[in-house]
């Protein structure tokens, strides 16, 4: 499955963007999917997760009560809502969507994941 991710940009510290990533066919429901993100020099970090339903969800320590991850299958797409964004939130994030898994479950760890998209820049200035 091919994921287009879009929507990053530059924002200042307290603002927000939401992130869109849309996987165009038929399967998109059978896919959990998720968001991680990569900053320089570091290791790619998880995000958010989210079950193929759309009824469980997981977030990383860093992102909890700020970010919301929620998908819409009608339109393929799974969108990742940051608010009060802050300059260590500045990397490129990646959608990524996991195959054989079952309904209500969520995937925290980039290798459980089967396909991934391009990634899209977000930084944020102080």
């Known amino acids: 499955v091919q994921l287009q991710a879009s929507g990053g940009g530059l924002v200042q510290a307290g603002g927000s963007l939401r992130l869109s990533c849309t996987a165009p066919?038929?399967?998109?429901?059978?896919?959990?999917m998720g968001w991680f993100r990569q900053a320089p020099g570091k290791a790619r970090e998880f995000v958010a997760a989210?079950?193929?339903?759309?009824?469980?969800?997981d977030y990383g320590d860093s992102v909890k009560g700020r970010f919301t991850i929620s998908r819409d299958n009608a339109k393929n797409t799974v969108y990742l809502q940051m608010n009060s964004l802050k300059p260590e939130d500045t990397a490129v994030y990646f959608c990524?969507?996991?195959?054989?898994?079952?309904?209500?479950?969520?995937?925290?760890?980039?290798?459980?994941?089967?396909?991934w998209g391009q990634g899209t820049q977000v930084t944020v200035s102080s």
């Open positions: 989210i079950s193929r339903g759309g009824t469980n969800t």
């Open positions: 066919g038929r399967t998109f429901s059978s896919y959990a």
């Open positions: 990524a969507a996991a195959d054989r898994t079952v309904m209500g479950m969520v995937r925290v760890r980039p290798s459980e994941y089967d396909h």
